[in-house]
Each structure stands twice: as structure tokens, then as C-alpha cells.
């Protein structure tokens, strides 16, 4: 099962996707990008307050007056409103219908997006006079490169955030995010290393458990590293961006393969073995193709979800298939937990075994259950604020998660009085043939 884990990690290094556009993009204005598309898209930001800034810079201004070149800014209601129009709007009637226009006749363009009741979506697209004609004649002209900022008012009032509303306080978060870890390994570093090297009981638990930590925690750093130089430059480190999505990956891999390592033996040994005997990791070829199949799926899955996934920011959202078919993965990881869970307690005559249990079941039920249920209490926000609420949301509720585990595999008044009772009812136990005996 190790060697699985550094597969499927791995696996995910090799093909991870390219980093993320920021929000000062560069490119070229393309005629026949534009034409093709009846107007090339841009990009699109969330734009909040009263000052809000679109600046676009041009080099070649005799081409962009040659070609009548302008932007259009539509708001995503409006635009969605005309693409599922059934009144079949022609290309001139569509840009016509553009919330805000700018012509492109200077060097250095500022538009002011102002008066928004609230913070909304606005695309960007690119025409000039080519692009509503038929014929290609012309259209084919020399591309004009460009560089643009979208940004919205800080706490000042000023033009200068360059985070759209659906980002804004993340930088903030990642930073008391990192700051907390910073501290607890501060505190805890020495003693939970002393816990490790002694080895016992919660030896590989511990060892897998403070792997996934430690991932976790590089996420956050990698996360906060590349907002804080986003905040400056609107384009930030694209690569410590993939890397804290990555490491993030890696920790959804391995808290799998530690909760599968203690709970896959209930439905495959619970006909043949006694009840007295949960919790144990059953080496058959069954189990093992079960754990192989599910930590794969789920490798899979969180990769297709990043490659279709064009939001920079947005990597525990779910707004593709991938991501709804890891919601219900999960779900079903959680639901059969639980059913395991639930044929051990009530067969438990042992109040300390049942607390054990149960506390455990808390931990499991809390990381896989999270993401679903942000995903459905996110929905009584307004659209800007559904990924931020399930982003934070995530992150805490798996650390809450983690919390519980620590607190259950060091607990001297608990785990190893368990441990005591009955030894091969620990997590991590391997089990073949008629001998049994266990491997910390």
C-alpha cells in the first residue's frame, strides 16, 4: 500500500497542469480570434465598489486605429442572457448590447468600473471592425500585444486590489493559516517527534498521519507564498500555485490511504472473523484490490478536476463532473465508515472501546463529509462567495479532523488503554492466514 501511495503521488507530479492565468493578463488582441468567436474573450473578474479599475496598455496604436479596435465588458448575467437568447442576435447586435465600451485610440487606457450595488461578474471581449464581417478580406491583420490590470478598490478606496471579490481575504487567511501552524509546530514539534521515535502502538499512525499534516501545511505556506506576491504584481508564483495544489493532493492521497489502512478489513472479514477483532488492516488480495481501486479513483478524479478547472483559485470547488463524481466518492466512503462503525459499537460491550470508536468515527465521517457538505451550504451564498466558503471551509474542517486523530492516537487514557485490552484490535494490524500478530 506504500508503494501505491508514492505511485499515485507520483503520478500526480508528472501530469500536473500548467499554473493559472493571474488578473494582469498579457497577450494579443487577435481579428481573426475575434471573428471566429464573434469577439475573443479576454478574461473575465469580479469587480466590487465604487472605483473599480480596468487599464489596458497598447503598443501598436496605429494598428488598433486601423482596425477600429475596442473592448466590451458585459456583465455575466447579461451575457448569459444573450447566449441562451432564442431571439437569434446577430454579432453587431450582441456587442451592441455591452454594458461598457472602450475604444483603443492611446497607449495607456484606465475605465472606470463604477456604481455596483454589489459585486459581480464582468467578461471582457475584444472586436474591431473585422469581426461582424463575413468575408475575410483584411481580417488576417497584424495582432496587437497588450498587457491589462483588473483591479478593485482597497480599504482606502484606491484602485490597487488586484484580488476580485470571490478572492478577496485569502491572503489574509492563508497568512494566519501559516502563522498557526508555525506555532503549534513551535509547541508540539518536539514532543510529538518523541512520541514517533519511541515507536508502540501509533507508530505508523502517527508517521502517516503527521505526513498528511505536514503536507497540508506546505499547501498553506506554497498558498500564501504566491498571494503575497499576487497582491502585488495580480499575476503572483503560478508555480507555487500548482505546487500547494499538489501538496494538497498528496494529503487528500494519504489521509485515504491511512483511513483505508484502518477500516477495510470490517466488510471483507466481518463474515469470517470474530466481532472482537475490528480495526485491522486484512491483507487479502480482496481488500487490497478494494484499497488499490478506490486510492486510484480518486488520484484520477482530483487530476481531471484540476485540468478542467480554469479558476485560479478555486481548487476545493467543484463545478465540473470530476468534481461531482469526488463528492460522491466520498460520500460513499463516509457512508460505509459509518456502517462499519455502527455493527462495531453496537456489538462493543466495552464503554472505553466505544468512546475509542466513536471519537475515531468523528474524525473519518468530518474529512470525507466536509466537502459535500460545504458544497451544499454554499449554496445560500451569493455566487462570489460559494468558492471562498468552500475553500476556508475545507481547510478547516480537515484540520478540526486532524485535531480529533491526534488527540485519539495520543491519548494515554484512551488509545493505549485499547491498545492494552486487546492488541489486535488496533489500527494497522496485519492479518494472514490462521496467525495474526502485530507489525508497528
Known amino acids: 500500500m506504500g508503494g501505491l501511495r508514492l505511485l499515485a503521488v507520483a503520478f500526480t507530479c508528472c501530469w500536473w497542469p500548467p499554473g493559472s492565468q493571474g488578473k494582469t493578463l498579457r497577450g494579443s488582441f487577435s481579428s481573426a480570434a475575434a471573428r471566429d468567436a464573434q469577439g475573443q474573450s479576454i478574461g473575465h473578474f469580479e469587480f466590487h465598489g465604487d472605483h473599480a479599475l480596468l487599464c489596458v496598455r497598447i503598443n501598436d496604436i496605429a494598428v488598433a486605429i486601423g482596425k477600429e479596435a475596442k473592448l466590451y465588458l458585459f456583465q455575466a448575467q447579461e451575457w448569459l442572457k444573450l447566449q441562451e437568447s432564442g431571439h437569434g442576435y446577430s454579432c453587431s447586435e450582441k456587442l451592441s448590447k455591452a454594458q461598457l465600451t472602450l475604444a483603443m485610440n492611446q497607449t495607456e487606457h484606465n475605465l472606470t468600473v463604477s456604481q455596483i450595488p454589489y459585486p459581480q461578474m464582468w467578461h471582457v471581449f475584444y472586436a474591431d471592425k473585422y469581426t461582424c464581417k463575413e468575408d475575410n478580406e483584411n481580417s488576417q491583420g497584424e495582432d496587437i500585444p497588450f498587457e491589462m490590470m483588473l483591479l478593485n478598490p482597497d480599504a482606502e478606496g484606491n484602485p490597487f486590489d488586484h484580488f476580485s471579490a470571490g478572492e478577496s481575504g485569502l491572503h489574509e487567511f492563508f497568512f494566519l493559516l501559516v502563522l498557526v501552524y508555525f506555532v503549534i509546530a513551535c509547541i508540539y514539534a518536539q514532543s510529538l517527534w518523541q512520541a514517533i521515535k519511541k515507536g508502540g502502538p501509533m507508530h505508523v499512525v502517527l508517521k502517516v498521519l503527521t505526513t498528511a499534516l505536514l503536507l497540508q501545511a506546505g499547501s498553506a505556506f506554497a498558498n500564501y507564498i504566491h498571494f503575497s506576491s499576487y497582491s502585488k504584481d495580480g499575476i503572483g508564483v503560478p508555480f507555487m500555485g500548482s505546487l500547494a495544489e499538489f501538496f494538497d493532493i498528496a494529503s487528500q492521497i494519504q489521509m485515504l490511504y491511512l483511513l483505508l489502512s484502518l477500516c477495510m478489513g470490517w466488510t471483507i472479514v466481518r463474515m469470517k472473523k470474530s466481532q472482537s477483532r475490528p480495526l485491522q488492516w486484512d491483507s487479502t488480495p480482496a481488500s487490497t484490490g478494494i484499497a488499490v481501486f478506490i486510492v486510484i479513483t480518486q488520484s484520477i478524479l482530483l487530476l481531471w478536476e484540476q485540468f478542467e478547472d480554469t479558476s485560479p483559485h478555486s481548487h476545493h470547488s467543484h463545478h465540473n463532473l470530476a468534481g461531482i463524481l469526488l ?79 491526534y488527540r485519539l492516537f495520543l491519548s494515554h487514557s484512551l488509545y493505549w488503554e485499547v491498545s492494552s485490552l486487546s492488541s489486535v484490535t488496533l489500527p494497522l494490524t496485519i492479518s494472514s492466514g490462521h496467525k495474526s500478530r502485530p507489525h508497528f
Open 327 to 405: 463528492i460522491v466518492l466520498r460520500i460513499c466512503l463516509a457512508l460505509s465508515l459509518g456502517c462499519g462503525l455502527y455493527q462495531i459499537i453496537t456489538v462493543e460491550r466495552s464503554t472505553l472501546k466505544r468512546e475509542f470508536y466513536i471519537t475515531f468515527a468523528k474524525g473519518c465521517i468530518l474529512w470525507f463529509l466536509c466537502h459535500p457538505g460545504l458544497a451544499c451550504i454554499s449554496i445560500i451564498f451569493n455566487d462570489y462567495q460559494r468558492d471562498k466558503v468552500i475553500t476556508v471551509g475545507v481547510i478547516l474542517c480537515q484540520s478540526v479532523s486532524m485535531v480529533i486523530l
